[in-house]
């Protein structure tokens, strides 16, 4: 790995200004709560949550689509800040859930692929057409379909193109925002497949956003768990899921999966009091839903702490909290 990470999220907040009705003026979302991240080269960092949880927003900063209002990032050790929107570009780019709406229906695969290099200004009329070929081969597209429209084509192939699209100026990180959602199930695995044979071959960063475990548990390097804007658990693939540690995600990684992509996370045998993004819980934001609460839950924020490699927001694993806890139910 390198000395910096391939991309370094430090304490990002993203706020929106939420309108609560006629004559009841605005109110911030905090979607994104003082998240920190950390990915280095070759791995895929992926983000998980049921929806609403802030992921999607958490990719959308990333992208520098939606800027955080506070907090800093940096790519390969540079603030993403101070990068021009092109240069970032050549170094980060999507791959959205739908290709179909992702892609210009007037458009053929051909230019539509071709057009980073145009807009970049990389290469000549020939050395572009090679470039094409090439990428083509690399996510197996056959050469025949250059001049098709995106109509003309199978999911599993739109979801190609934009990715041949997304790799054909050489970024070092993709942010793939559920790749494989909108797919037929029999196609999700050659998608994957293919995505984890990209990233052992041109040496790729993934920033994966999905609710499918199971996709997480395929592809993925390390996992943090998302909820109500926060980063409530982090932890590599292999020791989350052999020992999962916040209540959140104890409750997801026990529900049952469904292969429908349509039905999203199936019921997660939680309180059904759903949070309010504006009036957030007081204390920890999970205590509502959760079936280990105690009382300094309702009253008292966690902080960020590691416990066996995890890093947790959770009092029940704060030894600060706990002694506090235990020793004042002694006392009663």
Do not use: W
């Amino acid at each position: 790995m390198s000395a910096e990470p391939m991309i370094d999220v430090r304490r990002i907040n993203v706020t929106f200004s939420v309108s609560r009705g006629f004559m009841a003026g605005r109110k911030p979302l905090r979607a994104v709560q003082e998240v920190d991240l950390v990915a280095h080269a070759g791995e895929t960092l992926a983000i998980v949550g049921e929806s609403g949880s802030g992921k999607t927003t958490l990719a959308n900063a990333i992208l520098n689509i939606h800027p955080p209002t506070s907090g800093e990032i940096f790519l390969d050790g540079r603030a993403v800040r101070s990068l021009g929107r092109k240069e970032f570009a050549r170094q980060v780019q999507p791959v959205f859930q739908d290709p179909y709406s992702s892609l210009n229906p007037r458009r053929s695969v051909g230019a539509t692929i071709m057009q980073p290099l145009i807009v970049h200004g990389i290469g000549d009329h020939v050395e572009r057409e090679q470039k094409l070929l090439r990428i083509l081969d690399l996510v197996g597209l056959p050469r025949r379909v250059v001049n098709a429209l995106p109509h003309q084509l199978s999911g599993g192939q739109r979801q190609r193109v934009a990715i041949a699209r997304a790799l054909i100026i050489a970024p070092k990180l993709l942010v793939c925002d559920e790749p494989t959602s909108a797919l037929d199930v029999s196609v999700q695995a050659q998608i994957l497949n293919l995505l984890q044979d990209l990233r052992t071959e041109l040496g790729l960063t993934y920033i994966l956003i999905t609710h499918n475990l199971a996709v997480v548990e395929h592809i993925a390097s390390r996992v943090a768990v998302m909820y109500l804007g926060r980063i409530v658990e982090e932890a590599s693939v292999e020791d989350l899921f052999r020992a999962p540690k916040h209540p959140y995600t104890i409750a997801l990684l026990e529900s049952a999966l469904t292969p429908d992509p349509t039905l999203g996370l199936p019921d997660l045998g939680l309180s059904n009091v759903f949070p309010n993004p504006i009036d957030p819980p007081s204390g920890c934001h999970f205590h509502p839903r959760c079936n280990r609460t105690f009382a300094p839950c309702s009253r008292v924020a966690p902080r960020s702490i590691v416990s066996d490699g995890h890093r947790l927001e959770c009092h029940l694993y704060d030894p600060d909290i706990m002694s506090a806890h235990n020793a004042h139910s002694g006392d009663l």
